[in-house]
């Protein structure tokens, strides 16, 4: 794009929900179009409230098989944990899964091997994944959030694996984000867009301002459970991706542009 064009997005005012230090990246494409982004974080990310089965897990990893990580958060404060314990090997025995490719960017910035990463980035396509291999008996660990689905654990301990599941971190709504969601979604001035990226988003941003103050807003979400969790507040989605990226999200909204 020139820098004389406007770009396919020019005129279009994008709420980016996701958490302050995600929202560079998704941004940046977002404004390279064209579009004149707010960033209106709805989600942030804390340490567990009880770190002790976290530690716990960490204290037997030689123990597992698999560890199986579904979010670059969930990687991040696992690291962050691992490392902070004294006397603790800095590799692994175990194989890694990752979710989709900004969950493996982050292992491999670790300086981590992934050893398989399904073929879409939802937890159906993950349990697909391990198809080929025999889990009896295999142990399997699965740092993640503190709310999050229980498909993949069911699962895998259907098949016959012992799985330990644990919260490696915990999400909240920032305290500003009633104010400030309320003053982007003013009746007068409503953006033309706005972007979720997870569940999660969702609801935050619906608990602050309401269904109703989206009406008139185009949503994007960036996958199938999102969108779920978006029509479940009575809302349509005008723009799904159909890789479950960020550039999948922005691909979607160029779609519908």
């Known amino acids: 794009m020139s820098s004389r064009d406007p770009g396919p997005l020019s005129g279009r005012r994008i709420v980016v929900t996701r958490a302050r230090e995600q929202a560079p990246e998704l941004s940046a494409r977002l404004r390279a179009l064209g579009a004149e982004v707010i960033e209106l974080p709805a989600i ?3 340490p567990p409230a009880d770190p002790a089965p976290l530690e716990g897990a960490l204290a037997r990893l030689e123990s597992y098989d698999w560890l199986i990580f579904t979010s670059a958060n969930g990687v991040r404060f696992f690291l962050e944990r691992w490392r902070a314990g004294a006397g603790r090997p800095r590799w692994l025995r175990a194989r890694l899964c990752a979710i989709g490719p900004a969950t493996r ?3 491999e910035a670790a300086g981590l091997k992934v050893d398989l990463m399904p073929r879409e980035y939802v937890a159906e396509s993950l349990l697909e994944a391990f198809a080929p291999y025999e889990l009896a ?37 920032p305290e500003d984000l009633p104010e400030r969601a309320g003053e982007i979604f003013r009746a007068d001035r409503k953006p033309d867009w706005v972007t979720f990226t997870s569940s999660s988003t969702v609801a935050h941003l619906l ?9 008139g807003v185009r949503v994007a979400s960036i996958g199938p459970i999102t969108t779920a969790a978006v029509r479940a507040h009575g809302l349509e989605v005008a723009a799904e991706a159909e890789r479950y990226t960020t550039e999948g999200l922005v691909e979607a909204i160029l779609r519908r542009a």
């Open 207 to 215: 608990a602050a301002v309401g269904a109703p103050a989206l009406a």
């Open 44 to 46: 942030e990310f804390l």
């Open 137 to 173: 008996g295999t142990r399997i660990l699965l740092p993640r959030a503190a709310a999050a689905r229980d498909l993949v654990p069911a699962e895998l301990r259907r098949r016959g694996a012992v799985v330990d599941v644990v919260e490696a971190y915990r999400t909240a709504a």
């Open 105 to 107: 960017r982050a292992l």
